[in-house]
């Protein structure tokens, strides 16, 4: 199947990486049984509907440095990242204490020394941290709910804020749309599609 949704650069990812993320899955449906982390919580939908999922934006993540996942869940993507890129450092922000203690055990479990969790509302995290990070991301939120990660990336052009947007329950790859966030002097930011030749422009 992942021949079929990934290009080659992603589906190296996941290949090189599967056993660690089949582990993340089987921690994943554990947690969700103390704390409700995500909805589905049955192997294939995860890794079909999640995992998947978040690796198609593995390519926008800059080299090396830092990144930010804004209400992360269940980790989800801000763990899988983890995971393919060790060179990252990622904070997992969320401002549900339940989940931010679940998804900590799972990275403690799985001895990834790469992963910050920590336990905020962004707008008051924000206040310390602003463009503090390389890159800033929110998962399964609509297009004009951007604004929630930007404060956390840098407005010079240097790295993207990835955004995607989940369109239906379903979760299918024809259901999800990537965006990225780039500053803009008129409109303050511009969304970009990633899979249309389509720009939206609003300010952020």
């Given at each position: ?54 690796a198609f934006a593995l390519p926008l993540l800059p080299a090396g440095g830092s ?46 020394s790469n992963v910050t969790v920590v336990c905020s509302r962004s707008e008051d ?80």
């Amino acid at each position: 199947m992942i021949e079929s949704l990934a290009p080659e650069e992603i589906k190296k990812y996941i290949d090189e990486n599967e056993a660690r993320l089949r582990q993340y899955v089987s921690l994943l449906i554990k947690a969700n049984e103390l704390a409700r982390l995500t909805g589905p919580s049955d192997e294939g939908t995860l890794w079909n509907g999640h995992i998947i999922d978040c690796a198609f934006a593995l390519p926008l993540l800059p080299a090396g440095g830092s990144v930010i996942d804004v209400g992360t869940g269940g980790g989800l993507p801000g763990l899988v990242w983890a995971i393919c890129r060790p060179g990252l450092h990622v904070t997992l922000l969320d401002s549900i204490t339940r989940k931010c203690v679940q998804v900590e055990r799972i990275a403690e479990l799985m001895g990834l020394s790469n992963v910050t969790v920590v336990c905020s509302r962004s707008e008051d995290y924000a206040k310390k941290n602003l463009e503090k990070f390389d890159a800033a991301a929110a998962r399964a939120v609509c297009a004009y709910d951007a604004c929630i990660p930007l404060p956390f990336a840098p407005r010079d052009g240097r790295s993207a804020v990835a955004l995607i947007k989940r369109q239906s329950d379903s979760l299918t790859r024809a259901d999800a749309a990537y965006y990225r966030a780039v500053p803009d002097e008129k409109s303050g930011w511009l969304l970009e599609s990633l899979r249309m030749d389509e720009r939206i422009e609003t300010t952020l």
